[in-house]
């Protein structure tokens, strides 16, 4: 049986959702906005704190349109409330409710935009969960799904390689996260139905260099996270672990203040139009 909550099996860490609330649409899928339309009702699955979810709502919808969060973790709900009610209280068009990818809580056809970012790729059945997104979208709109592809990291100067390592041991080590991912995103979309010629793939990088403040609250974020985030890079020797995990820390605090250094990512997205 698909656990329904790979990505926080261990228990939910807000230093790892912190990771995900700097997220806008701008800056994370701004690839939506070839397809969103300002009446669109609008599914957000897997939509952590929410700061894409509001973002959606506050900036991109009007005209009736309304967009709902689905999330299977309580504190990540309330997480997103608490967002909304700081950032967007006067925002009616935004709601967020408990459910899971596997098993969305709607019938069929009822959305005009269904989007997942960074879901897919945490998921044991990627291919259950493509077929759920497209079972409740409309005909003729739209399912958007972005992963990243932790394989492709570039990370220079070479000093810094070890955190590739790391960051790929501690995603394996947290569960299902697939590090292909993002390449795989396509050929599984096609596998779950998705006509092909309906499909459009496009790729854009995350990327972060030299002394840009966005590099800097990157590093930060990271840095928390390691420290109380409970991630494992050695399985099964805690004292390995813990110093694995400052070796980490202390490298991600060089490379977070080297002007010169470097770091960069591949994330590959879908646009859907269901047949
Ligand atoms: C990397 S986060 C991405 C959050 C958000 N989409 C964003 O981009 O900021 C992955 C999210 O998927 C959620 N998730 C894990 N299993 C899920 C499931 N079965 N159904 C829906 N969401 C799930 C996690 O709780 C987590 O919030």
């Excluded at 009007?62 to 999330?71: F, H, L, P, Y």
């Excluded at 003729?140 to 990291?153: A, C, N, R």
């Excluded at 390592?165 to 697939?178: H, I, P, V």
């Excluded at 990271?222 to 890079?233: A, M, P, S, Y």
Aim: net charge negative; with cysteine.
């Amino acid at each position: 049986m698909t656990s329904e909550q790979a990505y926080y099996n261990t228990g939910y860490k807000k230093s790892i959702s912190d990771t995900h609330a700097i997220r806008t649409v701008e800056n994370s899928v701004e690839y939506i906005t070839n397809v969103l339309q300002p009446d669109f009702k609008v599914l957000d699955v897997g939509c952590g704190p929410g700061s894409i979810t509001i973002d959606i709502a506050k900036n991109y919808l009007s005209q009736g349109g309304s967009v709902i969060g689905i999330e299977p973790t309580p504190e990540v709900i309330d997480t997103a409330n608490n967002l909304k009610q700081s950032i967007a209280a006067d925002v009616d068009n935004v709601s967020f409710q408990i459910g899971s990818i596997y098993k969305l809580p709607f019938d069929d056809n009822t959305f005009d935009l269904v989007h997942a970012h960074q879901v897919v790729v945490h998921l044991e059945d990627p291919v259950k969960a493509l077929k759920e997104l497209a079972r409740v979208t409309k005909p003729g709109k739209y399912v958007t799904v972005k992963d990243g592809d932790l394989d492709s990291i570039l990370i220079y100067p070479p000093k810094y390689d070890v955190l590739k390592e790391y960051q790929s041991k501690g995603a394996l080590n947290r569960g299902s996260t697939d590090l292909k991912a993002g390449r795989k995103l396509l050929s599984r979309a096609i596998e779950a139905g998705y006509k092909p010629s309906n499909i459009t793939t496009t790729t854009s990088t995350l990327s972060f260099a030299g002394q840009k403040e966005t590099k800097k609250t990157w590093g930060d974020l990271l840095i928390k996270r390691v420290e109380t985030g409970g991630e494992v890079f050695v399985v099964d020797d805690e004292k390995k672990n813990e110093e694995a995990k400052q070796e980490v820390i202390k490298v991600l605090q060089e490379w977070r203040d080297d002007e010169t250094s470097v770091w960069s990512a591949i994330n590959f997205e879908i646009t859907y139009k269901k047949a």
